[in-house]
């Protein structure tokens, strides 16, 4: 697969989460484009020029200066402190001491691996491999975090009622199917573009708007739930449902009760693939509470008429549906119901297993759902063994480091929280993906020890007590593969490292070294030499079926070569609907669990044994009476590159624009342009407005990613000059099953801001000796 004349003018093949492209430096800019296969390029690549000599950046190794001076142990200056440069090897001696002395006095529990976040799309450079295989093998092993702020929540249900996650997620309902043999799709919380655009790995095709479009032409139905048009693209011809954030439980209640009032649902398909229906019917009808879970119920909760419900109700059944959920329904208070339900729904429909029908949770959420599988492995850095086997579920860092020893529920456990010493971060910024980061500015304050390696000065950068340099992708060579994308792509560096940043291996490598494991940690191999080393399964397999497998050297000189890839079979769920006897679903029963004798068994009251209503505890009132959603943004992957030129270009007077409708604006006295005040008793943030009428009364829609920028750090709530949503959301589990974030939807008051504008310093370094 070529791209062009891509080495002869100078442009270098590369790859990122958000697709692949070729780069050159020429006059000392750097020019990117998208690969010429891909059919809908993705704008984040315009953020690479700007970013990569940004003053942002980090150019040598730091200390915090309080740190230095007093030694390790909790401080509050965390976040408000100045730094020392140092050498790297006087850096690394410094740290190889500090892990030396948690790890031998207090063991490698005592250390969290963070590390959560999307650092590279390389295989090789791939920062949690890199950290975790570090820890693994320098420090005995880490304290790790478990599942993701993304789907949290999904990732503990979806095993206890529907079997496999990637089953549901990655080997089912395909974008191809969509396109050919979808009649009605029904998406609660959307497949918004700005999401399927990025994926974990690279990818080189971004199919979903063509999908759409082609489903649409065809006469496929779009149907959209969502406070947010936006949550659809134009080419769907999308209804937009507009219904009250966190309502969509009680919706597809609704739709379901009118299904079976009217005999419209499958009865032969529950009764033969699911366990569990008759019990949830009983709760449905209000046999077991009084209350049928009717249009008439559901209206006034969902904010839409009850023969509107009906309808939607009536103009799914019979047909070729597909029901989507998003991720962003369970990043919510009790947000494993929806994902519940819409099981549920799908079930009733008769619908799941069928080519273009079913359940396509998180369809669209992610580039690689609803893709096929290659058909060989790509390359895999090992980890090693971890020795510790202490876990806590990823949103609940800041619990953990407040509260250690205290025990609480996950997954049917009673567990306790550890007690860290030292947290060490590579890849990743906890100031995006957390909520409440007011709490987390003292969580942190907790540490003994905060260790991360970055590129730029992020406020985890800016809380840390040792700060390492660390290179952008363009800066290193890597291999870019994805197991949902066939393109496998040499990833030649562009440009120099910046500064004195330094590769994560070399960083590791060199701080194995002086804890005795630098053989156990490199196993002799140079960076190219790995790079061999991992390309070597996918060249044999290509081999082992007959097929072109080019030698490494081979591979390095061309600009990527075509994987082959699996069937679109439909995955699990399809094998399971033509024989469950032969193919059962990995449930405890075998079979879709409308009602689930393990989560009952749990006995949590925030997550009972079927699918149940439980209204938000957090609602609008006088003090905060608008619903915020703290959606991605659209022009960056999380707060990635927040500093490149295509994320600065969508910002208002520097700061990021929220979204609200013209009439809530138009009580509050805020015209389109305004800088307005969002706040709550979390904290406060500044950010542009700009009025539509996309996006439902009472709702404002703020997206994360904004760099935190506080005016003064000194304080204990600053403000956050930029519009960094997450000092307003909330710091509690979904439920006690999941304890998943719940940082998609929080209240908040808005008022116009009149007083004089505090400048960006998000990007600026922080004071240096």
Same mark, same amino acid.
């Given at each position: 697969?070529?791209?062009?004349?891509?080495?002869?003018?100078?442009?270098?093949?590369?790859?990122?989460?958000?697709?692949?492209?070729?780069?050159?430096?020429?006059?000392?800019?750097?020019?990117?484009?998208?690969?010429?296969?891909?059919?809908?390029?993705?704008?984040?690549?315009?953020?690479?020029?700007?970013?990569?000599?940004?003053?942002?950046?980090?150019?040598?190794?730091?200390?915090?200066?309080?740190?230095?001076?007093?030694?390790?142990?909790?401080?509050?200056?965390?976040?408000?402190?100045?730094?020392?440069?140092?050498?790297?090897?006087?850096?690394?001696?410094?740290?190889?001491?500090?892990?030396?002395?948690?790890?031998?006095?207090?063991?490698?529990?005592?250390?969290?691996?963070?590390?959560?976040?999307?650092?590279?799309?390389?295989?090789?450079?791939?920062?949690?491999?890199?950290?975790?295989?570090?820890?693994? %093998?320098?420090?005995?092993?880490?304290?790790?975090?478990?599942?993701?702020?993304?789907?949290?929540?999904?990732?503990?249900?979806?095993?206890?009622?529907?079997?496999?996650?990637?089953?549901? %997620?990655?080997?089912?309902?395909?974008?191809?199917?969509?396109?050919?043999?979808?009649?009605?799709?029904?998406?609660?919380?959307?497949?918004?573009?700005?999401?399927?655009?990025?994926?974990?790995?690279?990818?080189?095709?971004?199919?979903?708007?063509?999908?759409?479009?082609?489903?649409?032409?065809?006469?496929?139905?779009?149907?959209?739930?969502?406070?947010?048009?936006?949550?659809?693209?134009?080419?769907?011809?999308?209804?937009?449902?507009?219904?009250?954030?966190?309502?969509?439980?009680?919706?597809?209640?609704?739709?379901?009760?009118?299904?079976?009032?009217?005999?419209?649902?499958?009865?032969?398909?529950?009764?033969?693939?699911?366990?569990?229906?008759?019990?949830?019917?009983?709760?449905?009808?209000?046999?077991?509470?009084?209350?049928?879970?009717?249009?008439?119920?559901?209206?006034?909760?969902?904010?839409?008429?009850?023969?509107?419900?009906?309808?939607?109700?009536?103009?799914?059944?019979?047909?070729?549906?597909?029901?989507?959920?998003?991720?962003?329904?369970?990043?919510?208070?009790?947000?494993?119901?929806?994902?519940?339900?819409?099981?549920?729904?799908?079930?009733?429909? &008769?619908?799941?297993?069928?080519?273009?029908?079913?359940?396509?949770?998180?369809?669209?959420?992610?580039?690689?759902?609803?893709?096929?599988?290659?058909?060989?492995?790509?390359?895999?850095?090992?980890?090693?063994?971890?020795?510790?086997?202490?876990?806590?579920?990823?949103?609940?860092?800041?619990?953990?480091?407040?509260?250690?020893?205290?025990?609480?529920?996950?997954?049917?456990?009673?567990?306790?929280?550890?007690?860290?010493?030292?947290?060490?971060?590579? &890849?990743?910024?906890?100031?995006?993906?957390?909520?409440? *980061?007011?709490?987390?500015?003292?969580?942190?304050?907790?540490?003994?020890?905060?260790?991360?390696?970055?590129?730029?000065?992020?406020?985890?950068?800016?809380?840390?007590?040792?700060?390492?340099?660390?290179?952008?992708?363009?800066?290193?060579?890597?291999?870019?593969?994805?197991?949902?994308?066939?393109?496998?792509?040499?990833?030649?560096?562009?440009?120099?490292?910046?500064?004195?940043?330094?590769?994560?291996?070399?960083?590791?490598?060199?701080?194995?070294?002086?804890?005795?494991?630098?053989?156990?940690? %490199?196993?002799?191999?140079?960076?190219?030499?790995?790079?061999?080393?991992?390309?070597?399964?996918?060249?044999?397999? *290509?081999?082992?079926?007959?097929?072109?497998?080019?030698?490494?050297?081979?591979?390095?000189?061309?600009?990527?070569?075509?994987?082959?890839?699996?069937?679109?079979?439909?995955?699990?769920?399809?094998?399971?609907?033509?024989?469950?006897?032969?193919?059962?679903?990995?449930?405890?029963?075998?079979?879709?669990?409308?009602?689930?004798?393990?989560?009952?068994?749990?006995?949590?009251?925030?997550?009972?044994?079927?699918?149940?209503?439980?209204?938000?505890?957090?609602?609008?009132?006088?003090?905060?009476?608008?619903?915020?959603?703290?959606?991605?943004?659209?022009?960056?992957?999380?707060?990635?590159?927040?500093?490149?030129?295509?994320?600065?270009?969508?910002?208002?007077?520097?700061?990021?624009?929220?979204?609200?409708?013209?009439?809530?604006?138009?009580?509050?006295?805020?015209?389109?342009?305004?800088?307005?005040?969002?706040?709550?008793?979390?904290?406060?943030?500044?950010?542009?407005?700009?009025?539509?009428?996309?996006?439902?009364?009472?709702?404002?829609?703020?997206?994360?990613?904004?760099?935190?920028?506080?005016?003064?750090?000194?304080?204990?709530?600053?403000?956050?000059?930029?519009?960094?949503?997450?000092?307003?959301?909330?710091?509690?589990? %979904?439920?006690?099953?999941?304890?998943?974030?719940?940082?998609?939807?929080?209240?908040?008051?808005?008022?116009?801001?009149?007083?004089?504008?505090?400048?960006?310093?998000?990007?600026?370094?922080?004071?240096?000796?």
């Amino acid at each position: 697969m070529s791209l062009g004349d891509a080495d002869e003018a100078g442009f270098l093949p590369h790859t990122s989460h958000w697709g692949v492209f070729s780069a050159r430096m020429r006059d000392g800019e750097l020019e990117v484009r998208p690969h010429p296969g891909d059919p809908d390029p993705n704008g984040i690549l315009e953020n690479f020029p700007a970013a990569l000599r940004h003053r942002a950046r980090i150019a040598r190794p730091m200390v915090r200066r309080g740190w230095l001076e007093n030694g390790p142990g909790p401080d509050d200056r965390r976040g408000r402190d100045d730094y020392v440069p140092m050498s790297w090897q006087a850096v690394l001696d410094l740290l190889g001491r500090e892990l030396m002395r948690v790890r031998d006095g207090f063991g490698p529990g005592a250390i969290f691996g963070g590390s959560y976040g999307w650092a590279s799309a390389g295989r090789f450079h791939h920062a949690q491999s890199q950290i975790h295989r570090f820890l693994n %093998t320098a420090c005995g092993g880490y304290v790790k975090s478990v599942n993701s702020y993304s789907s949290g929540s999904s990732q503990v249900l979806v095993p206890h009622i529907i079997g496999e996650y990637e089953d549901l %997620t990655k080997r089912n309902v395909s974008w191809e199917q969509i396109a050919e043999h979808s009649e009605i799709v029904i998406a609660f919380g959307g497949m918004a573009l700005k999401n399927s655009m990025v994926a974990g790995g690279s990818v080189s095709k971004h199919v979903e708007r063509g999908a759409m479009q082609r489903a649409a032409e065809r006469g496929c139905e779009f149907v959209l739930v969502s406070p947010l048009r936006s949550d659809l693209p134009d080419e769907a011809r999308a209804q937009w449902v507009s219904c009250i954030p966190a309502s969509d439980t009680a919706l597809m209640m609704a739709i379901v009760h009118t299904l079976v009032t009217e005999g419209l649902h499958d009865r032969a398909f529950l009764d033969r693939y699911t366990v569990g229906w008759p019990v949830f019917e009983r709760y449905l009808l209000g046999e077991t509470d009084g209350q049928p879970k009717d249009a008439a119920w559901a209206a006034p909760l969902t904010g839409l008429p009850a023969d509107e419900i009906v309808a939607l109700a009536r103009r799914l059944a019979g047909k070729r549906a597909v029901v989507v959920v998003s991720h962003s329904l369970q990043r919510a208070e009790h947000g494993e119901q929806p994902v519940w339900m819409g099981m549920v729904l799908a079930a009733a429909l &008769g619908q799941i297993g069928l080519p273009g029908g079913g359940y396509a949770y998180a369809l669209g959420a992610i580039a690689y759902y609803g893709r096929r599988f290659n058909a060989v492995p790509v390359p895999t850095f090992s980890q090693g063994r971890n020795g510790v086997s202490d876990y806590i579920p990823v949103a609940r860092i800041s619990d953990m480091l407040l509260h250690p020893g205290t025990p609480y529920r996950y997954n049917g456990e009673t567990r306790n929280y550890p007690a860290i010493k030292l947290v060490y971060w590579a &890849g990743g910024n906890p100031f995006h993906h957390h909520q409440d *980061l007011n709490r987390l500015r003292r969580a942190f304050a907790r540490l003994d020890t905060l260790v991360v390696h970055e590129l730029a000065w992020t406020a985890t950068a800016r809380h840390a007590d040792i700060v390492l340099p660390c290179t952008m992708t363009l800066e290193r060579e890597d291999i870019g593969a994805s197991s949902n994308d066939p393109l496998l792509l040499p990833m030649r560096p562009v440009v120099p490292p910046y500064g004195e940043a330094r590769d994560d291996y070399a960083i590791f490598a060199d701080l194995a070294e002086r804890l005795g494991a630098r053989e156990a940690f %490199t196993e002799g191999r140079s960076v190219r030499q790995w790079l061999e080393h991992l390309y070597e399964p996918t060249r044999a397999a *290509l081999a082992a079926k007959g097929l072109p497998a080019p030698s490494f050297a081979e591979f390095w000189a061309s600009e990527g070569y075509a994987l082959p890839q699996q069937p679109d079979d439909g995955g699990r769920l399809r094998a399971f609907r033509e024989d469950p006897e032969r193919n059962p679903v990995a449930t405890p029963s075998g079979k879709l669990e409308i009602f689930s004798e393990t989560i009952a068994g749990f006995g949590e009251a925030d997550c009972p044994g079927h699918p149940s209503w439980l209204g938000p505890v957090h609602v609008p009132d006088e003090a905060a009476p608008y619903v915020l959603v703290a959606n991605q943004p659209r022009t960056r992957l999380h707060s990635q590159l927040d500093f490149g030129g295509h994320s600065g270009a969508s910002k208002h007077r520097g700061r990021e624009v929220a979204r609200m409708h013209p009439d809530d604006a138009a009580a509050r006295g805020i015209r389109e342009g305004d800088i307005v005040r969002l706040f709550n008793e979390r904290g406060a943030c500044l950010a542009g407005i700009a009025l539509t009428d996309g996006i439902r009364r009472g709702v404002i829609q703020l997206p994360t990613g904004a760099w935190y920028d506080p005016a003064d750090p000194a304080e204990d709530k600053p403000l956050c000059v930029h519009g960094n949503p997450n000092v307003l959301t909330r710091d509690i589990g %979904t439920s006690a099953l999941a304890q998943g974030c719940t940082g998609q939807l929080t209240t908040v008051q808005v008022e116009r801001f009149d007083g004089n504008l505090p400048p960006i310093q998000a990007y600026d370094p922080p004071a240096a000796a």
